[in-house]
C-alpha cells in the first residue's frame, strides 16, 4: 500500500482511515501488508491520536536520491514498530527536506518532487528488503506515478517482476497537475504529446487494475458531469474499473468503547448518548433546552461539500427554533468566514469549529441526533456510515456512496436509515432537514430509524474479501 495518508500518523479525511482499516483487514486474513507513507514530523490528527511509538531506522537500508536531480539530499526508509501480530508492517520516507515542515500537502510543484519521491521511495523500499509485492496498490494521485514507473523500467527489476498494480481513485477532482518540463526531474519520459505532467491521468493509463470507493461513484466517473475530464480515459478503460465500497474498523468507531466520549453507549442503551448530546450542547455554547433536533457536521469545506446548500437552508430553520446545528471544519476561506457570520447571528443556536479534531468529531456523531452529509458528489463518504454506528440519523445526497449506503426512511415498512434528496440545492437540503423534523416530533419513529442504524453492517469484513478478489484476479490465483 502506497499512500500519503495512514491513520492515526497522518491524516485530513476518509482516505487515512481507508488505507488503515483495509491494511489491517487484509493482514489479519494473513497477508503481507507492507504500507509507505512519509514521514510528517510535526504532523499528528490530534494529541491522542499521536502513537507514541518512534520510527526507527531498518538496519542498512539508506538510499540516495532517486532521479530528482539531486534536488534534496537523500532520504531515509524507516520502519516504524506496532509490536502486536497481524498487523500491516508500517514504513515512513524520511526526508525532511521535502516532509520535514510537518504539513501533509502544501501547493505548488514541489508537490511534484514530494510526491515522486513517494513514488520512488516506495519502489526502493521494495528492492531493498528484497521482497517482491504481488500487489502494489496505490491511493489517489500521491500515489499514481508508481503504475508509470514500473512501466518505465522498474518492471524489469526481479523483485517486481510479478507484481500488479491497483490505483484507487478516492476523489478524482484532485489530479495531481504539473508543467511537463518537470518529467525529465521526477524519472519520467518527457513526452511533447501533453503539454502538462497529470500523475491521476498517467497513473491511470499505466495501471493493471482501477477502483473507486463505491460501485455508483464507478459508474458516475464515466460521465462527463463526474468524470472531471478523464471520463474519455476512464472509458476506454472501463475493463479495468472496479467499485468496492468503503468500509469502517468498528473495532476503532464504536460508541460502546470509545474512551473519548464522555459516556460509553450501545443500540439497547441509549442512556451515554443522551450525556453526550449534553456535552456537546455545552461544547457549543448552546441552548441546553430548546426542543428540536440537534443537527451537527464534521466536514472538509470545499464546494463539493455543499457547504453552500447549508448556508442556504439552515438560517430560516435556526431563526425559527426548529433545529440546533454544530459544524467542525476547515477548508476555503470564503466558506469559513459565512460560517462564522452565522455563529454571530446565531450564537445560542450554532456552533462553530474552525479545527481538525477528532475527538470533537466523535463527540458529534455521539452527541448529534443527526448529521449532514449534502455533497454534491461524494465517492464513498465515511462520515455517514461513522454516523449510523453512533445512532446519529444521515441526511445526505443522492450520489455516489451515499445512495449505496443510505436508504431514505419509509414509515410505513419502517426500513431506512436516513433522510435523502435529490437536488444539489439549498431548496433540496432544507426538504430532507424537514423529513428530520417530522420523524423527530414521532418518538417511536424517531427510535425505530436510531436503531436501523446502529444495526448496519459497513465493516471491512464485508468488503475486504472483494479486495481479495480482485487481486487474485490480477495475480492468475481466483
Known amino acids: 500500500m502506497i499512500s500519503a495518508e495512514y491513520a492515526p500518523f497522518a491524516k485530513t479525511g476518509g482516505l487515512a482511515d481507508m488505507v488503515t482499516g483495509l491494511s489491517k483487514a487484509l493482514a489479519e486474513s494473513g497477508h503481507d501488508v507492507r504500507v509507505v507513507i512519509p514521514l510528517y514530523v510535526a504532523h499528528s490528527v490530534d494529541a491522542v491520536d499521536r502513537s507514541p511509538a518512534v520510527a ?285 457570520q452565522l455563529a454571530a447571528v446565531f450564537p445560542d443556536q450554532f456552533g462553530y469549529f474552525d479545527a481538525q479534531d477528532e475527538s470533537l468529531a466523535r463527540l458529534i456523531f455521539a452527541g448529534s441526533d443527526a448529521i449532514l452529509v449534502p455533497s454534491i458528489y461524494e465517492p464513498c463518504g465515511l462520515i455517514q456510515l461513522y454516523a449510523m454506528r453512533y445512532g446519529a440519523v444521515p441526511v445526505v445526497r443522492d450520489t455516489g456512496g451515499l445512495r449505496d449506503t443510505v436508504r431514505h426512511f419509509d414509515p410505513a415498512q419502517g426500513t431506512g436509515t436516513g433522510s435523502v434528496f435529490r437536488h444539489p440545492d439549498g431548496a433540496g437540503l432544507a426538504w430532507a432537514i424537514g423529513e428530520v423534523l417530522h420523524w423527530y416530533d414521532q418518538a417511536g419513529t424517531w427510535a425505530q430509524i436510531g436503531r436501523n442504524c446502529m444495526a448496519e453492517d459497513f465493516s471491512w469484513r464485508h468488503q475486504a474479501p472483494r479486495y481479495e478478489a480482485l487481486y487474485a484476479r490480477l495475480t492468475g490465483t481466483g
Open 56 to 340: 526507527i531506522a531498518i538496519s542498512g537500508v539508506e538510499v540516495s536520491p532517486v532521479a530528482l536531480d539531486g534536488c534534496h539530499p537523500g532520504y531515509t526508509l524507516r520502519q516504524v514498530p506496532t509490536g502486536r501480530p497481524r498487523e500491516p508492517l508500517l514504513y515512513q520516507i524520511d526526508a525532511p527536506e521535502f516532509f520535514g515542515s510537518g504539513g501533509i500537502y502544501g501547493g505548488g510543484d514541489r508537490e511534484a518532487r514530494r510526491f515522486a519521491l513517494l513514488a520512488h521511495g516506495a519502489l526502493r523500499l521494495c528492492e531493498a528488503l528484497e521482497w517482491a509485492p504481488d500487489i502494489i496498490h496505490c491511493h489517489d494521485w500521491h500515489a499514481a506515478l508508481v503504475p508509470v514507473l514500473l512501466k518505465n523500467g522498474y518492471l524489469h527489476r526481479r523483485v517486481f517482476r510479478q507484481s500488479n498494480t491497483v490505483l484507487t481513485i478516492h476523489n478524482i477532482g484532485y489530479q495531481g497537475v504539473f508543467p511537463a518540463a518537470l518529467a525529465r526531474e521526477l524519472g519520467l519520459a518527457a513526452s511533447s504529446e501533453t503539454p502538462e505532467l497529470n500523475f491521476l491521468r498517467d497513473g491511470i493509463a499505466a495501471a493493471d487494475a482501477l477502483t473507486t470507493v463505491s460501485p455508483s461513484h464507478a459508474a458516475e466517473i464515466l460521465t462527463p458531469e463526474y468524470g472531471m475530464g478523464l471520463d474519455p480515459l476512464l472509458r476506454q478503460r472501463r475493463n479495468r474499473l472496479v467499485g468496492i465500497l468503503n468500509g469502517v474498523d468498528y473495532e476503532t468507531w464504536n460508541p460502546a468503547t470509545d474512551a473519548r466520549l464522555p459516556a460509553r453507549y450501545n443500540s439497547s442503551d441509549l442512556a451515554g448518548k443522551r450525556v453526550c448530546r449534553e456535552t456537546l450542547l455545552a461544547r457549543g455554547d448552546l441552548r441546553p433546552n430548546q426542543p428540536g433536533p440537534l443537527l451537527g457536521m464534521v466536514t472538509r469545506l470545499a464546494g463539493q461539500k455543499g457547504i453552500e446548500l447549508v448556508i442556504e437552508a439552515l438560517p430560516p430553520l435556526l431563526r425559527q427554533g426548529q433545529v440546533q446545528l454544530v459544524i467542525l471544519g476547515q477548508g476555503e476561506e470564503r466558506y469559513v468566514t459565512r460560517l462564522r
